[in-house]
């Protein structure tokens, strides 16, 4: 059971747009910063977002993270113009104040019908 | 060009220590902020952070393993190591090292290295 809850699995056809949310708490995304990552089959995963909503250097503006809801307590990461190649498992990422961990998500697979 | 590379046994029995050593390029854990941290998956399931060290020798460990685990650093060979005892099949995962961006944010990843556990 994962301290952030991600849901699944997501899907939407090529040229969409998806989200995938991140719900934590208070003592976790409600004070941290989120990161998100994307990774394929048999792969290192690799950082798509950080602090938030910020995209490290060669990381297309298709995709966006948001921190929102009450208190803050839940991510989102958005990927407009999906293609194929997006077909991934994504995870959410932060720090937990109180457990004083990393914690990560359980991990969405997109698919991309 | 930052990368880390992970090296050490494949396969350990129930009960032994693990010992993985993460080598670094392109930057060093001498530099002040740098940090350097561990992340497993278990075939099939979810990211697991382990442990993280500082350029000051800092160190983080996830507490539900903190009793078996130990991370350290050589700043003359520019390696993290990281030691796990008394290692179950439960444990059996590919383990990541991984260079802190920021906050909980690891911008470069290590190749992994997949750890069996069976006697």
């Known amino acids: 059971q994962s301290v952030l809850t991600q849901p699944p699995s997501v899907s939407a056809a090529p040229g969409q747009k998806v989200t995938i949310s991140c719900s934590g708490s208070s003592s976790n995304i409600g004070n941290n910063y989120v990161s998100w990552y994307q990774q394929f089959p048999g792969t290192a995963p690799k950082l798509l977002i950080y602090?938030?909503?910020?995209?490290?250097s060669g990381i297309p503006d298709r995709f966006s993270g948001t921190k929102s809801g009450t208190s803050a307590t839940s991510a989102t990461l958005g990927i407009t113009g999906l293609q194929t190649g997006d077909e991934a498992d994504y995870y959410c990422?932060?720090?937990?104040?109180?457990?004083?961990?990393?914690?990560f998500g359980g991990g969405t697979k997109l698919t991309v019908l | 060009q930052i990368t880390l590379k992970e090296s050490g046994p494949t396969l350990v029995k129930p009960t032994q220590t693990l010992t993985l050593t993460c080598t670094l390029s392109g930057f060093s854990l001498s530099t002040g902020g740098v940090g350097v941290g561990w992340i497993r998956q278990p075939p099939g399931k979810a990211l697991e952070w382990l442990a993280l060290i500082f350029w000051d020798d800092d160190k983080r460990y996830s507490p539900s393993l903190e009793s078996r685990l130990t991370i350290t650093k050589d700043t003359s060979k520019n390696q993290v190591v990281l030691t796990m005892t008394n290692m179950d099949p439960v444990d059996t995962a590919t383990y990541y090292c991984?260079?802190?961006?920021?906050?909980?944010?690891?911008?470069?990843w290590g190749q992994g290295t997949l750890v069996t556990v069976s006697s």
């Open positions: 991984a260079h802190r961006l920021s906050a909980q944010n690891y911008d470069y």
């Open positions: 602090d938030n909503n910020k995209r490290p």
């Open positions: 990422g932060t720090w937990d104040n109180i457990l004083n961990t990393g914690v």
